[in-house]
């Protein structure tokens, strides 16, 4: 409850600035002194006023804060946020983001060795480890670092769609199976997840599935509302694949669907 009525403050004070310089949501979702007044009063009555949080959620916290401050923030704003005196987990994760933005390997795998070998068991630095790997064109080392983060939380659709793209990136016709595995997982996951899609229309490209390439790329298409590329893709889908085949019935869908007027189109018109 306090951290609403801390957020709610912070919103407030946009109040006073001019309206060019307002964030949006306090245009739309105004925020008063008497709503933070009486919500105030509500927190100071609930029995879960004085419940502390648990010292990892907190570092939690500190860690999402951290990580988004190196990414959001230029490399120099972030060193100077977090200083090498600060050795903790957070200010070490944030400057090998900033490292690694500034393609200061040097600086940044070791600093992101550091987090893994205190905590061995996180995924979220084995990710990072691998995604700076993979930008730098070292694709085959993150292949064990994705393998690794997938492992420690195989529900996790992203991590496992880095794996997936650095096994596709490589181009190894050993890796194609895997990496069509564990596309397939991630769109039953997450249907709507484009760069997924086109991975897999990718990987099934080089492994000889035209149809299930064209099927695969129906879909991406679709989520990109290019109905007559989408439309194109199902109708070579619809001829290569078995009938009846899921990727078939799907494909039909997908035509279906293209035939149908585009609510978005009427509004522009």
């Given at each position: 409850?306090?951290?609403l009525?801390?957020?709610?403050?912070?919103l407030g004070?946009?109040e006073?600035?001019?309206?060019?310089?307002?964030?949006p949501?306090?245009?739309?979702?105004?925020?008063?002194?008497?709503?933070?007044?009486?919500?105030?009063?509500?927190?100071?009555?609930?029995?879960?006023r004085?419940?502390?949080?648990?010292?990892?959620?907190?570092?939690?916290?500190?860690?999402?804060?951290?990580?988004?401050?190196?990414?959001m923030?230029?490399?120099g704003?972030?060193?100077?946020k977090?200083?090498?005196?600060?050795?903790?987990?957070?200010?070490?994760?944030?400057?090998?983001?900033?490292?690694?933005?500034?393609?200061?390997?040097?600086?940044?795998l070791?600093e992101?060795?550091?987090?893994?070998?205190?905590?061995?068991n996180d995924p979220?630095f084995?990710?990072?480890?691998?995604?700076?790997?993979?930008?730098?064109?070292?694709?085959?080392?993150?292949i064990?670092?994705?393998?690794?983060?997938?492992?420690?939380?195989?529900?996790?659709?992203?991590?496992?769609?880095?794996?997936a793209?650095a096994q596709?990136?490589?181009?190894?016709?050993?890796?194609?199976?895997?990496?069509?595995?564990n596309?397939?997982?991630?769109?039953?996951?997450?249907?709507?997840y484009?760069?997924?899609?086109l991975?897999?229309?990718?990987?099934?490209?080089?492994?000889?599935?035209r149809?299930?390439?064209?099927?695969?790329?129906?879909?991406?298409?679709?989520?990109?509302?290019?109905r007559?590329?989408?439309?194109?893709?199902?109708?070579v889908?619809?001829?290569?694949?078995?009938?009846?085949s899921?990727g078939?019935?799907r494909?039909?869908?997908?035509l279906?669907?293209?035939e149908?007027?585009?609510?978005?189109?009427?509004?522009?018109?």
């Open positions: 409850g306090r951290g009525v801390s957020f709610l403050e912070i004070g946009q006073a600035l001019q309206a060019a310089r307002q964030d949501y306090v245009r739309t979702h105004p925020v008063t002194g008497e709503r933070i007044a009486a919500l105030s009063a509500v927190v100071e009555k609930s029995r879960f004085d419940v502390k949080d648990k010292p990892e959620n907190v570092e939690r916290l500190a860690r999402v804060q951290a990580k988004l401050f190196g990414y923030e230029s490399p704003a972030t060193l100077q977090y200083p090498l005196s600060d050795t903790g987990i957070p200010a070490r994760y944030a400057r090998a983001v900033a490292w690694y933005r500034q393609v200061d390997l040097g600086r940044a070791p992101i060795d550091s987090l893994i070998a205190e905590r061995p979220y084995r990710e990072q480890k691998a995604q700076i790997l993979f930008e730098n064109g070292r694709v085959r080392e993150a064990p670092e994705s393998e690794a983060a997938m492992r420690l939380r195989p529900q996790d659709p992203l991590l496992r769609f880095a794996l793209q596709v990136a490589l181009d190894d016709p050993a890796l194609l199976a895997p990496a069509i595995k596309l397939e997982e991630v769109v039953r996951r997450d249907p709507e484009g760069p997924a899609w991975n897999l229309a990718i990987a099934h490209g080089r492994d000889g599935n149809g299930m390439a064209a099927y695969a790329s129906a879909e991406r298409f679709m989520l990109e509302n290019n007559r590329d989408a439309r194109g893709q199902a109708n889908a619809l001829r290569l694949l078995p009938a009846g899921p078939w019935l494909s039909q869908d997908i279906i669907a293209t149908k007027p585009d609510p978005d189109e009427r509004e522009r018109r």
